[in-house]
C-alpha cells in the first residue's frame, strides 16, 4: 500500500492552526526588520560582525542596507548568453559504473542582428580514470558521484560559459547567466579532503573565472548566476547582529546565548524571515537591492578576487538572489547584470528566457534516464558481457501480484 492520502489529509488539517499562528508572527517579525533595515547604521554592523563571534553567516556590509536602485537603461544590441546542466548518477543497481553530464548552451543576440543558438552536449564518464577524484600526494581517491557529481556539473557549466563568451561577437556587451548558487558549499567543512578541493576550485572553477575576468577587461561583461525563491538569511542576520536588535555589548553568540531556548533571544524578535521576504516588503517592481558580500568560508579563503557577492531584484514575479563574482558586481557590468536580468525576465514570464531555454537543452528527463539504461544493457549484449543488475532492481520492475 502507499501513501494514506486520507491519514495524511487529516494531520495536515490538524496542522493549520500552527501555520497560521507562524504566519502571523512571521508578519510581526518581517515588519521589525523592515523598520532596522531602513535605520541601519551600515558601518557599526559591519564593524561587530569582524569584531564579534557569530553562529550564523551574516552578510558583508559595502554600503547603505536599505538602498533601491531603479532599473537602469538596456542598450538595444546585445548578448545574452546561459548554461545549464543536467546528470544522470552512478546506478548502483547497474552492472556498468558510469554517469552522463548533459549540458546546454543558449546564445542570443539582439539588436540590428538578431539571432539564437541553442545546443547540448552529453558527456559520458567511464573508466576510474574519469569517475574518480585522485590524491596526487598518495593513493586516496574521491568518487565522482552524489554531491561531487554536482559540484563537477556547476564547474563544468562555468567552464561552458567561458566558450559562449569567447565566441560573442566581439563588439557587443555580454550578459553571461548561470543557473543556482556559484559557491560550492559542499565543500565547507570538512566534508571533502583537500585534494578534492584543490581539483574542484584550484584547478578547474577559478581559472574559468579567471579567464571571464580577463575577457571582462576588453569588454562589457556581467557574470551572474541567478537563485529563484531564494532562502537565505544573509541580510536578516546582518540585522540580527546590530546593537538596536541584539542588546549585548559584545557580540558572542555561543557565549552569551548558547543557553538560552529559542524564543529567548533578543534576535528572535526578527527570526524566521528570510531575504527575499523581507526586499519583498522594500523594493518595487524592477528594483535591486544593494549588493552585500556572502561571509561563506569557501568564498572568503578560496575564491579570491572571485569572492561572491549579491543583491536582491524584483523581476516582477518574485524576488531572485543574484549571485556576481566581485569584479563584475560594479560599474557598467552591474548595471547590465540588473537591466538584462529585467529583461530576460520579461521575455520569460517571470524568469529569464536564456536560462529557461538552456534548461531545455539541458535537461535528462525520466524517459531519456529509462532509454540510457537501455542502451547500457544493449551495449553489453552486443558485447556479449554480463548485465546482472540487483535483486533490489530486478523487483522494482517485476509486478508478483
Not at 69 to 97: E, F, K, M, N, Y
Amino acid at each position: 500500500m502507499g501513501l494514506d492520502l486520507s491519514q495524511t489529509a487529516a494531520q495536515l488539517y490538524g496542522a493549520a492552526t500552527y501555520f497560521s499562528g507562524q504566519r502571523l508572527s512571521k508578519m510581526d517579525a518581517l515588519a521589525r526588520a523592515a523598520e532596522y533595515l531602513r535605520n541601519a547604521d551600515t558601518d557599526a554592523i559591519e564593524q561587530r560582525r569582524v569584531d564579534g563571534k557569530t553562529t550564523f553567516l551574516a552578510a558583508g556590509l559595502t554600503g547603505p542596507m536599505a538602498e533601491a536602485w531603479p532599473t537602469p537603461a538596456l542598450a538595444t544590441d546585445h548578448v545574452v548568453v546561459a548554461v545549464d546542466g543536467s546528470h544522470i548518477d552512478v546506478d548502483r543497481h547497474s552492472p556498468v559504473r558510469c554517469f552522463l553530464i548533459n549540458t546546454g548552451y543558449v546564445t542570443i543576440c539582439y539588436g540590428e542582428r538578431p539571432s539564437a543558438e541553442l545546443s547540448s552536449i552529453p558527456r559520458l564518464f567511464v573508466g576510474d580514470d574519469e569517475m574518480v577524484i585522485r590524491n596526487p600526494a598518495g593513493n586516496r581517491e574521491q568518487p565522482i558521484e552524489g554531491p561531487v557529481l554536482g559540484m563537477l556539473r556547476a564547474v563544468m557549466e562555468i567552464e561552458g560559459l567561458v566558450a559562449l563568451v569567447e565566441t560573442a561577437p566581439a563588439d557587443l556587451p555580454v550578459l553571461a547567466l548561470l543557473d543556482g548558487s556559484l559557491i560550492l558549499w559542499e565543500l565547507a567543512g570538512g566534508a571533502f579532503p583537500d585534494y578534492v578541493r584543490n581539483a574542484l576550485l584550484d584547478d578547474r572553477l577559478l581559472p574559468a573565472l579567471d579567464r571571464l575576468q580577463e575577457l571582462g577587461q576588453t569588454r562589457t561583461l556581467a557574470v551572474a548566476s541567478q537563485i529563484s525563491l531564494p532562502r537565505s538569511t544573509d541580510v536578516i542576520n546582518a540585522l540580527r547582529i546590530s546593537k538596536p536588535v541584539c542588546l549585548w555589548s559584545t557580540l558572542n553568540c555561543d557565549g552569551n546565548c548558547g543557553s538560552l531556548k529559542r524564543g529567548n533571544r533578543h534576535c528572535d524578535s526578527i527570526a524566521g524571515v528570510t531575504d527575499r521576504e523581507l526586499f519583498e516588503a522594500i523594493l518595487q517592481p524592477g528594483e535591486r537591492s544593494a549588493v552585500f558580500e556572502t561571509t561563506s568560508s569557501i568564498s572568503q579563503e578560496r575564491y579570491g578576487g572571485h569572492r561572491v557577492q549579491f543583491c536582491y531584484i524584483n523581476v516582477g514575479e518574485e524576488i531572485c538572489r543574484l549571485e556576481i563574482p566581485k569584479w563584475s558586481a560594479s560599474g557598467p557590468a552591474l548595471k547590465l547584470a540588473h537591466a538584462g536580468i529585467i529583461s530576460q525576465a520579461e521575455k520569460g514570464h517571470g524568469y529569464p528566457l536564456a536560462i529557461q531555454e538552456a534548461h531545455e537543452q539541458a535537461v535528462v528527463n525520466g524517459t531519456d534516464r529509462e532509454y540510457f539504461a537501455q542502451l547500457v544493457e544493449e551495449m553489453l549484449n552486443a558485447e556479449g558481457l554480463p548485465t546482472g543488475t540487483s535483486q533490489k532492481a530486478r523487483s522494482k520492475r517485476t509486478r508478483w501480484v
